[in-house]
């Protein structure tokens, strides 16, 4: 059984940056897909960015150009760097992990198998 980890979130004034983690264990995290979610009171769950097993990274318009998505494969862990923060990016951020050996982006949440329980952010106007 895959169980996922998140770490990180915290209270930042707008502008300012957090890393949150994501560390696997049970499974072999290599060739896992990986992505991150989050939820915001009262509105749907939604697709931050993923990171493909091979590496290489996609991301939602919201976040494109302020968060990095990177893993270290060797430890088991997912990282969303997030820089230049908004109120906007409040929320609950999840991360997912799924067995994959295609080469597909995982954009949907009903294409991972493993969850985490998510650590909160909040941005500070």
């Known amino acids: 059984q895959v169980q996922l980890v998140e770490s990180g979130g915290g209270l930042v004034q707008a502008g300012g940056s957090l890393r949150l983690s994501c560390v696997a264990s049970?499974?072999?995290?290599?060739?896992?897909?990986m992505g991150w979610f989050r939820q915001a009171p009262g509105k749907e769950r939604e697709f931050v960015g993923t990171?493909?097993?091979?590496?290489?990274?996609y991301y939602a318009d919201s976040v494109k150009g302020r968060f990095t998505i990177s893993r270290d494969n060797a430890k088991n862990t997912g990282y969303l760097q997030m820089k230049s923060l908004k109120p906007e990016d409040t929320a609950v951020y999840h991360c997912?992990?799924?067995?994959?050996?295609?080469?597909?982006?995982?954009?949907?949440?009903?294409?991972?198998?493993?969850w985490g329980r998510g650590t909160r952010v909040a941005v500070s106007s």
């Open positions: 049970g499974g072999t995290f290599a060739s896992y897909n």
């Open positions: 990171i493909h097993w091979s590496g290489s990274t």
């Open positions: 997912a992990a799924s067995p994959s050996s295609s080469s597909y982006y995982y954009i949907s949440p009903e294409m991972y198998t493993y």
